[in-house]
């Protein structure tokens, strides 16, 4: 059986025993679990300063030019963003102000995410698996974005929870790998989803364990609620609405190979997050060509070439 730690069944919210339910992600022993990880990335106080710059009515170009000279690391990554050839001019960028200029803040801050995100995803180690997991949530990413915006919600927000949704299981595998390919075999054969394999063998699934992480990094609760809730949308209030549109991103980043090549016959078990969002599956499937395309640009700026 091929280890694929994404391709796992997507059921109905209602069909799930609320004792595999997702619990509160503050709970101490999945706290002590992520504790015994080597080396946790930082607190991404970066990112979290520039989405509080991105609420502001008036962003300040300067201030956020000033954010990312101040880290030498993210001012090589922008710049060499910038200067690729899906976004480069007729001249090199050669210092961030004309960099932000150019990209513009979305984009940059798109950046700054990606090198975050890959930093915690693409641990040493595990490479297959690390790398099947970046490219399904650069895809649940893309697809937030593009339906946070038919909502009016925070594409910015949507694109950072799409991002992050799958980090649990990174501290997983990294903890206990030997359990947690256990749990992704036991989801495969017995036709069950995986955070009820893994709340078998753990007590506690990756949507619980990722937005224990992201608590503990001082993320926005709206990112947090999302993480915790990208499978199952009871108890998801008030951030119910940011919550459905990473699991609706989930469901059609898998129904669709992560390419939004195809257009999936059904999506049964998105059908509360629709209601949620009042998009018909007409609607969503209208959004496939937009993702797709949303997707080859996101390729082009989120993944730093010394990842692994």
Known sequence: MIFNPTMTRQPNDSAVPAENKPSAATNPQIVKFIEKVDQLPPSPRLLIKLLELFKQP???????????????????????????????GAEPVQDVSEAVSRLGFEELYKIVTAMFASNAILRPG????????????????????????????????????????????????????????????????????IYVTEKEL???????????????WNLPPNIVAAVLHHHQLTGAEPFERLSAVVL???????????????????????????????????KVFGLLPVMQEALKKARSLSRPPSSI
């Open 58 to 88: 008036d962003q300040q170009i300067d201030e956020v030019v000033k954010l990312i000279t101040f880290d030498p690391s993210y001012t090589v990554e922008v710049l060499k963003r910038c200067n690729s050839a899906y976004f480069a």
């Open 202 to 216: 753990f007590g506690f699934d990756h949507a619980e364990v990722g937005a224990c992480l992201l608590e503990r």
């Open 126 to 193: 595990h490479n297959s698996f690390v790398e099947i997991l970046w490219n399904h949530s650069a895809s649940v990413a893309v697809a937030a974005g593009v339906l946070a915006e038919q909502v009016e919600e925070s594409a910015l927000t949507a694109f950072t929870a799409g991002l992050l949704h799958e980090v649990g299981k990174v501290i997983m595998i990294t903890v206990d790998e030997g359990n947690y390919v256990q749990a992704v075999q036991n989801s495969g054969i017995f036709k069950r989803p």
């Open 248 to 282: 609706l991103a989930n469901i059609l980043s898998h129904s669709t190979g992560e390419t939004f090549a195809t257009v999936p016959k059904e999506l049964p078990s998105a059908t509360r997050s629709m209601e949620i969002l009042k998009m018909p599956p007409e």
